[in-house]
Nanobody, 118 residues
Framework: QVQLVESGGGLAQVGGSLTLSCATS????????LGWYRQAPQGQRWIVAA???????TYVESKKDRFVISRDNAKSTMYLQMNNLKPEDTGVYFC????????????WGQGIQVTVSS
């Protein structure tokens, strides 16, 4: 059974940091392309960052100086370190995984809330 489980969200203050984790099971993690998406309240789901099988990373322009995506193949887990948080970072964050690099990828987590308050 494929599972993607996000953790690490919650409430943060402006300028603070959070690190999201996405633990996977039922997949060959080392062969996965991965990504993080954000869905604003009553909004669409947009990609925030992506990391390929080979570890190459890409970011949406507005996040690239503050967010870091990474993966630990030994733990079958992906991370999103979010620094200098801003109110506009608020939303539900979803992890996304798949074997072909066509975003959005096949598998989704259930999402986790991140709220940045001033």
């Amino acid at each position: 059974q494929v599972q993607l489980v996000e953790s690490g969200g919650g409430l943060a203050q402006v300028g603070g940091s959070l690190t999201l984790s996405c633990a996977t099971s039922g997949l060959s993690f080392g062969d996965l392309h991965l990504g993080w998406y954000r869905q604003a309240p009553q909004g669409q789901r947009w990609i925030v960052a992506a990391i390929t099988v080979g570890g190459r990373t890409t970011y949406v322009e507005s996040k690239k100086d503050r967010f870091v995506i990474s993966r630990d193949n030994a733990k079958s887990t992906m991370y999103l370190q979010m620094n200098n948080l801003k109110p506009e970072d608020t939303g539900v964050y979803f992890c996304n995984a798949g074997y072909t690099a066509e975003y959005p990828l096949t598998h989704w987590g259930q999402g986790i809330q991140v709220t940045v308050s001033s």
